[in-house]
Each structure stands twice: as C-alpha cells, then as structure tokens.
C-alpha cells in the first residue's frame, strides 16, 4: 500500500481517495443467487463451493461497467494488469498475478487462442458487446489446461442463443474520431437455437509512440479499425444429445510508428517516411457434442480449428508503394474429449486432448509446428464442511518430450460463511517460437520453464458481504530472462490479492488491492533479485455504482504504482512513474427497449504510460445508444 502512496499525495488526490473508500467500505455486498463457474474445475460448479481465486464477470455486469472494449473492462479486474504498445485498439497484453501474458491462457468457449510466435492472445480484436461472460482463473493452472497456465486463464464465452426471440442494436460515438456499431440476433426454433452478431468499430486515434526518444517515434495520428463477425447455433437431437456449432471471426487494421526490418527494408523507410499498418485477424470455429450416456456420465468432445494473422504492411509515405511486409501467423488444431462421472456428491473428470501448433511467416523459423497429446484426471470431493479437489495431468510434446502435472486444492468451512481455501500444485511453459528460433534472438537450447505454486487465502460470502484474500508463490525454474533470451536460475512471483464487493439497496460497490512483486533469480548480479518489467508493485481498483430511477451514476478509480521496463536503448532499466486513473460516467434508461451511456475517462488528464515508450489515451469521452427487444 505503501508504493500507491506516492501517486496520491496531492490534496485533490486524496479527496478522490476519501471518497471512494468512504463509499466503497461502509456496505461492502449482496451475496448473488446461485453463481456457476466451469473454468476453476472444468465442469460447471456453484461458485461458492469453487475453492481457486476466480472471478465472473456476467452479461449483466458487462453492461453496468459502461466500457466499450475488453481489455478496459479487464484492466479493473482483481490481479490483472494489462500493458498496450499504444493507446485505443493497438496489441496488448494481460499480466496475470505478475506473469506475462506470454504465461496466461485465453480461452473462447474452451478453445485455445494465441500466438505460438509471441505468445499472446490478441484481446484486442474480440468485441466486447459479443461476449455473454468472462471467468478468470487466478494461480498456476497446467494441471488441468496444460502449458502456458503460469500466471492463470482467462476464458471467454460468446452470446448463447435465447429462448424466445431477441435483437438488438447499438452505435457510439467518442473522442479521436472514435465510432462502433453493432447488431445481433438471438432465439430458438423448435430443437434449433441461434445467435448471431455483427460489430464495427473505428477511429483515427493518437500517435502510438509518444516518446520523441523512441527508436519509432511518429508524431502522427494512428487510425484504427476492426470488423466481427459470430455465430453459435445448437441443434437438440434428443434429450441427452446437444451439437453445438460456433464460430468468431475478426479482422483489424491499425497504423503503429516504425518503420522495416533492417535487413528486409529495400526503399530504406525510416518511422517518418513509412506509413505502417499491422492487420491482425482471428478465426475461431468448432463443433462440440455434449451427450448424457447415463444419469452420473456425461460428456463433451470437441473438434475445433483457429488461424491468427498477424500481418504487417510498410508503405512509402510519399506515394504509397509498398516497400515491406511481414507476417506472423498461427495455425492451431484442437479436439478435446471429456468425461464427467459422479459419484455420490463426487465427481471424476477423465480428459483427452490433442492440439497441433503452426506456424506460417516470413521468418524462417527452424522448427515449424509441433503437437501436444494430453491426458487428464481429477477428483472433486465435496463435503458438508470441506470440499478438494485433486488433479493429475501428462502432457507430450513433440519438441520437448514428456512431462507431468498436478495440483491440489481444498477448502474448509471454519463458520458458516468463512471458509480457508489452500492449493499447491505445478505447471509448466514451453517456449514460444520466438523464443527459440527468431533470427538474431532465438536461443534453440531453451527448455520449459517448470514452476512450483501455492497458496492460502480465506473466502467470506453472506446477505452483506462477499470478500476473498488470497497469498501466493509462484517459484518458476529455469526461467526465460526477455532482455537476454538465457534461462536464469528462477524466477519468484509472490504477492497477495484481496477485494471485496457489495449491492446495498441501489447501490453497488467494489475494491480491490494488489500487490505484485515478481523477481528473477540468477547467479549473474545484474539480473539477480531484479523486477520482472511492466508490472506495477500495487494496484487499487475501485468502482461505485448508484441507481437514482431510470439513470444510474458510476466512477472508477484506479491507483498504481511504478513499475520497470527495458531503456528504449536496451542498455538498462527505466522506471516508469505511478499514476492516478478516475472515470466517470451515467446509463440512462430511455424506455424499455433504449438506453444512452455516456462516459468520461481519464477525467484528471493523466500523461501515464504502461510499456516504455507507447503512448495512452488522455481525457476522451464516448457515448453510446442501445436497442433491445
């Protein structure tokens, strides 16, 4: 807490601070109605007997927090931090619990996405107004979703179809020429059900490189834009027999400052005469089975494909020639077959998984694909006052040969609304291709990073309060150093999550506090006990809510610290500075059918940064209106 107090000494400061505490502490909540959660066990649970560190983030709440895109509303969510090379929709990544996102697994409906080169998920191109909920899992997870699962996972699930017709409709309007539209359409006929949607969005945005230091510093104007289409269908065969059929496709364009490879740049750009457009695109669709064989076996195969481009364009800025290109693309198959079997209040959970990876660019990589076969088991326990849950996990590599996981969990009811929860367990990272085979920087003598977690918190829900405190560490082996690709001795990611919410009347309330103190460990001094980079030491997030008739007000406010990254000359380190973050904003409720939001963040006009060099949004604003019927 400490850390924070450096961003809010000011007097004003302080104001804001006061008065959100005194709002957010007096009624901190409602405990929900019967709450569900698939991704802490992979199977559909209450969320009061989940023993892991997860949150929801329903239909409902989506549209309460007023955002217009995913990573926003992901950047106020407890032990997330998010880093973007640039403001609005430009690439971004989610640190989970002080691990990179390069460490944290992104889900759609239960399929894998993300770069097999860098390593991320592109957040940035899955529209916000298309997703029905949002899980995330906190703490070491390759025990049950295998690598990658370091720092957590993230799942998302898109619009289900309605049991009676539904559509609607939406556009917005905000600051840097920023424009969305968006339409769906939802319902069922007979053992068919449906649900479309369309989306756009677009802008002429800010200059993405804000530091004239920067090696591709352009004080231009980027523009973005990026288009989506979904479609999920179901098909009842009989009573124990559901197909399911989805499918997301999304396509952006967005400028960046900078300019060509060395070594593949003929017309000799510099960031000032290259005009640079990345053109990211996603495609996710897959089938899926459910079928009841017997009233305690159930079970769900699911056969799914995703292609992720990541293409970029350089262009002379005199007369449009194009002078480069480059592409990054990803090619990933996945079939998944799971059984659930209950016994007594117990369940057995028994899964088999393949997923190939490859990847297609203009970079020669070495090594171009390589397949995963998986074998899972898990126990779950439940009992009147405690509850477990234990898991087993082999996974083969075709790079990297076999290697083997677990985890084990358990809660225990020490009142009847408090309850201690514990888990320790281990997870594993396979380098990405990048890291291994990128020319100039790949190092083909990595090996997995193999990491070791625990922790121990305590849960408390009741009819006034829903509260969650959480300590961890996170000891990970043979840790992969970014500046020097060279695998250190470890690295350690220990810190504690707490937060607290709460719906008293018509108002609504939420905080949560975070610290993060990820280090590397090495025998070499000038990497030993070092900040892992980007990662702020605290975070406070605070969000109040109050409904006054057909118009409800709400403001958020974010407080964090500072936080390291690598010197724009790669030489050594820079601080970057903490900062204040306040947002404001009011949904009024027309009629029945139509809304208006209207919303201002970054109210105080902050100049804050989250990776060194890359600009974010000052003061904008967007307003938006919303037909449902």
């Known amino acids: 807490m400490f850390h924070l107090m450096k961003v809010c000494s000011s007097p004003a400061r302080l104001a804001v601070l006061n008065l959100a505490l005194a709002a957010a502490l007096p009624a901190l909540a409602q405990s929900p109605l019967k709450e569900v959660v698939v991704t802490a066990t992979r199977v559909a649970q209450p969320l009061t007997d989940v023993v892991a560190d997860v949150s929801i983030i329903d239909r409902e709440a989506i549209e309460r927090s007023g955002q217009s895109s995913l990573r926003e509303l992901l950047a106020f969510q407890p032990g997330v931090q998010l880093v973007t090379n640039g403001g609005y929709r430009s690439s971004s990544g989610v640190f989970l619990r002080g691990a990179a996102s390069s460490q944290t697994v992104v889900l759609i409906d239960g399929v894998r996405i993300g770069s097999a080169t860098s390593g991320g998920a592109p957040l940035e191109n899955i529209p916000l107004d298309r997703i029905e909920r949002i899980e995330i899992l906190r703490g070491a997870a390759s025990a049950l979703y295998g690598p990658d699962a370091v720092g957590g996972v993230i799942q998302i699930f898109t619009r289900e179809p309605a049991d009676e017709l539904q559509l609607g409709a939406g556009v917005g309007a905000g600051t840097a020429g920023q424009r969305q539209a968006n339409a769906s359409l939802r319902g069922s006929s007979g053992a068919l059900g449906y649900s479309l949607g369309l989306s756009r969005e677009q802008g002429t945005g800010t200059s993405v490189v804000s530091n004239p230091a920067a090696g591709g510093y352009n004080p231009d104007d980027d523009h973005f834009k990026t288009e989506s289409f979904d479609a999920k269908l179901t098909a009842k065969l009989s009573k124990e027999h559901m197909l399911t059929l989805g499918l997301m496709h999304s396509e952006s364009e967005y400028q960046f400052d900078g300019a060509p490879p060395r070594l593949d740049n003929p017309l000799k750009l510099n960031p000032l005469t290259s005009d640079s457009w990345s053109y990211p695109k996603l495609d996710n669709t897959y089938v899926k089975w459910d079928a009841q064989w017997l009233p305690v076996w159930k079970s769900s195969l699911t056969l799914a494909s995703v292609d992720e481009e990541a293409v970029s364009h350089y262009y002379r800025v005199a007369d449009g020639f194009l002078g480069s290109s480059s592409k990054f693309n990803t090619q990933r198959q996945q079939a998944t077959w799971q059984n659930d079997i209950a016994i007594g209040r117990d369940l057995l959970s028994l899964v088999l998984e393949n997923r190939t990876e490859t990847v297609d660019s203009t970079t020669s990589y070495t090594v171009k694909d390589r397949d995963t076969n998986s074998a899972v088991a898990s126990y779950a326990l439940n009992r009147n006052n405690w509850n477990a849950l234990a898991v087993l996990r082999h996974d083969d590599s075709s790079q990297f ?189 027309l009629s029945k059918e139509l809304s208006l939001l209207g919303r201002i963040n970054n109210v105080t006009d902050k100049n804050y940064v989250l990776a060194n060099g890359y600009s974010m949004p000052g003061r904008n604003a967007f307003v938006s209106l919303s037909w449902a019927r």
């Open 401 to 589: 040969g076999g290697f083997d996981n677990w985890a084990l969990s358990g809660g225990y009811k020490l009142s009847g609304n408090l309850r201690a929860i514990a888990s320790v367990g281990t997870s594993f990272q396979a380098p990405t291709f990048n890291q291994l085979y990128y020319p100039g920087y790949g190092n083909p003598t990595l090996t997995p990073q193999l990491n070791h977690a625990k922790e121990i918190g305590l849960k408390y829900s009741a009819a006034g309060l829903n509260f969650t405190g959480v300590v961890y560490r996170n000891e990970i082996d043979g840790f992969i150093l970014p500046a020097t690709n060279t695998q250190s001795s470890m690295a350690v990611l220990r810190g504690m999550t707490i937060s607290a919410d709460r719906q008293h009347g018509n108002s609504n309330y939420a905080i949560s506090y975070d610290y993060a103190d990820p280090r590397s460990r090495s025998s070499d001094p000038l990497t030993d006990n070092q900040r892992l980079v980007r990662v702020a030491r605290g975070t406070l997030n605070m969000t109040a809510r109050h409904r006054l008739g057909d118009v409800t007000v709400f403001g958020e406010l974010k407080l964090a610290s500072d936080r390291e990254d690598n010197s724009l000359d790669f030489t050594g380190r820079d601080t970057l500075g903490g900062y204040a973050l306040l947002n404001l904003g009011a949904t009024w409720k």
